[in-house]
């Protein structure tokens, strides 16, 4: 019948659209509608290797479009709010500092940024003291400087996680949020650092 030949020729352009998309979301939600017009097609149409194909792809294709899902809504919840990083303590062992104990100098090459579990740290050069749940060492970390730009001293005993590249970009991948919530550190650091001690920050924006 002509009507069951047009669910194939829907089917086909759906899957045209998909191959023509650029970005996932929209490929996959196009990729969906291809698979359910497929399989109408195929079952009306006695066309069996092709149902088959589109009764397995659907499921896979309803299962990454949920993913996607899921990773925006992160994503978007980090931009909204402050973020709990506790569950840091359970992947990363903790390294204990004593008091007046440096973490790290004004120009060292960087190793690891450090998220505060306890204690207060000292940025000796700017006079900055940041506390537990709170992130350091991230913009040197992340420059083309490769050079601390303040010292950090402890400020009394101090717990830190240190975490270095590639457990970085483990936990990036893995939880977007995560990932968010640094960008976003590093860019209001970088900025506030520029305008209220640019001699401090010169080293980190030099170009070649």
Request: proline share 5%; net charge positive.
């Amino acid at each position: 019948m002509i009507w069951i030949e047009l669910l194939g020729w829907i089917a086909a352009g759906f899957t045209i659209t998909a191959y023509s998309m650029r970005t996932m979301l929209p490929l996959r939600v196009a990729a969906i509608f291809a698979n359910v017009f497929f399989i109408a097609y195929g079952g009306l149409a006695g066309i069996y290797p092709n149902l088959a194909l589109h009764l397995l792809l659907l499921p896979f294709n309803i299962f990454r479009l949920v993913e996607i899902l899921r990773v925006t809504r992160r994503i978007r919840a980090a931009r909204k709010a402050d973020i709990d990083f506790d569950w840091l303590t359970q992947l990363i062992s903790p390294r204990r500092f004593a008091d007046k104990e440096i973490l790290f100098r004004k120009g060292d090459r960087p190793d690891n940024l450090y998220y505060v579990v306890s204690g207060t740290i000292r940025l000796s050069e700017a006079d900055i003291i940041l506390g537990a749940g709170e992130f350091l060492g991230e913009i040197a970390f992340f420059t083309d400087a490769k050079e601390r730009t303040l010292t950090a001293v402890c400020d009394g005993p101090c717990e830190v996680l240190p975490i270095d590249e590639s457990t970085f970009m483990r936990l990036y991948y893995q939880n977007p949020a995560f990932g968010m919530y640094i960008v976003r550190l590093i860019s209001r650091r970088l900025l506030q650092g520029m305008r209220e001690m640019p001699q401090v920050y010169v080293p980190v924006v030099k170009t070649v």
